[in-house]
């Protein structure tokens, strides 16, 4: 079975970058081209929301707060799905999770009871 496991997450300045990452182990045969690949972002409110998608075929889509700032990305050697966070802001505090699955993602963490899903990582960002 596949595991999802986030790292990267902590403080940060707003106006500043942070990298996470989510390598994927579990399973010796594992490629990105069988799974669609996500970072969702729960914030402290309990709001959800999938921030940036990377589909098998390579197309990326991002919400549209983060749109220009954040750049999702993959390392297939690696097995690790990255999420390059620049000019942070206050509101994209929140827990990050990494998911993956072989079916369309859902739009909401309702996702986490699908596919895979990671432990979380905590980005948190002051003004």
């Known amino acids: 079975e596949v595991q999802l496991v986030e790292s990267g997450g902590g403080s940060v300045q707003a106006g500043g970058s942070l990298r996470l990452s989510c390598t994927a182990s579990?399973?010796?045969?594992?490629?990105?081209?069988?799974?669609?690949m996500a970072w969702y972002r729960q914030n402290p409110g309990n709001e959800c929301e999938l921030v940036a998608t990377i589909h098998r075929d390579g197309r990326i889509d991002y919400i549209h707060s983060v749109q220009g700032r954040f750049t999702i990305s993959r390392d297939y050697d690696k097995k690790t799905l990255y999420l390059q966070m620049s000019r942070v802001k206050v509101e994209d505090t929140a827990m990050y999770y990494c998911?993956?699955?072989?079916?369309?993602?859902?739009?909401?963490?309702?996702?986490?009871?699908?596919?895979?899903w990671g432990q979380g990582a905590q980005v948190t960002v002051s003004s």
């Open positions: 998911a993956a699955d072989s079916t369309p993602l859902y739009a909401g963490c309702a996702q986490r009871d699908f596919g895979y």
């Open positions: 579990g399973a010796s045969d594992f490629t990105f081209d069988d799974y669609e």
